[in-house]
């Protein structure tokens, strides 16, 4: 397995200025997931496995969707009760999501036991859940390479000392630029992002900034790159983790340390897969990229962002 | 003549959460002639003039400051009466200016009569002023290769008009993304910025990011680049102008049409010029940058961006 993504499989219901969409198959692992499952496909890869729990109401349509897209769902746990829900919406630019409210559900009592056969995947995803949950998953999972993880406002809020526990025992931590302000109570970018890296004890940071692209902090030198510039902005939800499931396919293709240069691959095709999910409500637009349109796009972006 | 500069003169009071600032030199004009001066004495041009007019309070030293940078200022009227004052604030991060006065003074009654001298320039860099002022600019100057002109909100505001005029008679529109956003009646950035092109029938539109960086529009394609990152946002009073003056020198060095690889060029050295002008009050850090800090951040700014 080249890269195992836990996280969350959820039902959102929400509402964007360009209209609204019930019980959409979300969560940071379906996200993740499609994305990673992407680029395996496409790459020869050696298979994207998805972790989490899920309540009795997931339909069987969407155990459907990750199998035709080739994921592997054997992590995933169905308990009874109903799935975790998020109602939510967003406004003007849509760079932040106001959330109306979170069931959280089966995920109240969720303690990941990872099976045997997925201890050892390349790259492991940790997205984004309870920063406590994230520390179980991290006992369990040694994973060949590296260790990416994502995290949310709501944990700096209140699981700030598990939160700044788990950061310390991963080799990349994901992050957007409120949060990194959030998390490091400094307002300039540049100097949030490397209090952020000392709390972590160093290693890469890479703070996502919505339609302003991404800044990343490597050991030998920082990367910005500009989004893919997009005037069909639908629903941003997943767009982040669509982001982070690329990025962990593209790092679990090579072996050893993890060079800027590499990071730098990664990013490209991170941004640009994110790029398609903002595109519609949920996974949709994700779940059905053809190869073609996304090598288009790929080319589309280099050339805009004058990218060597 | 490479490039004329015709903008504000003007004396700056100011204040931002990094310190206060009183009577400091500013206005497009000053920010555009020094950044424009500091690259023509670098590619060895043929030299910038700058266009305004000043009162009887402007100081010698000032004059000096031109002239010590090479810029030719016989272009300056000093007329009777005070020279135009703006006294403003920044908070937060700076992203928007807070203007708490403006005293137009001499620039009140200011009629541009151009001097034969000053009516062929490469590139006529028409910084931002009242429409109808620049309106009268461009019935004076025939410049040998093209016009840049920038504008600003409150016109967006009060004279709208005349404001759609003069747009359509330049090759090159440069305006900050709430501009855009705003003269298009768009929230996103993309769609506005398309509507801006075509009340201005085409060409080349400019939109300024501020830390965000830069969205060009060009017929061969569009150009996205992040801004130097920095830590050391000290004042943005004038980084727009630096910005164009920079972009502006660069373009000067060449004949016929622009392509879209030059753009990115100038945009590039735009970009960088920029970065020096934030991290002091007034224009201390542009009129001292040297070659040597020059070149050394324009090749880290490269890295950083991954350009080509």
Known sequence: MDVLVVGSLAYDTLETPAGSSED????????????????NKKNHGNGISILGVVGKDFKQEHLDWYENSEIDISGIEIVEGNTFRWIGSYHGNMAEAVTHDTQLNVF?????????SHTNPKI?????????????????????????????????????????????????????????????????LMKASKKVLSMKN????????????????HPE???????YPTNNLVDPTGCGDTFAGALCQHLSKREGALSRGEL?????HATVTASFTIEDFGTSKLRNITEERYDSRYQDYKFISNLR
Chains 1, 2 share one sequence.
């Open 264 to 268: 730098i691959e990664a990013l490209t």
């Open 202 to 217: 160093g290693g890469i940071l890479i703070v996502k900034r919505g339609e302003h692209g991404v800044i990343a902090f």
């Open 24 to 39: 959409e198959l979300g969560g940071s692992a379906s996200y993740g997931g499609f994305s990673a499952a992407f680029h």
């Open 108 to 116: 109240e009592s969720f303690e990941p036991k990872i099976p045997q």
């Open 221 to 227: 030198g920082i990367v910005s790159m500009p989004a």
């Open 124 to 188: 492991l995803m940790c997205a984004n859940l309870l920063p406590s949950i994230q520390s179980t998953v991290l006992d369990q999972v040694t994973p060949r390479r590296l260790t990416v993880l994502d995290s949310m406002n709501l944990w700096i809020n209140i699981a700030l000392d598990e939160l700044l526990e788990v950061i310390k025992r991963v080799e990349v931590l994901i992050l957007n630029d409120g949060e990194v302000r959030m998390l490091s109570d400094e307002d300039n």
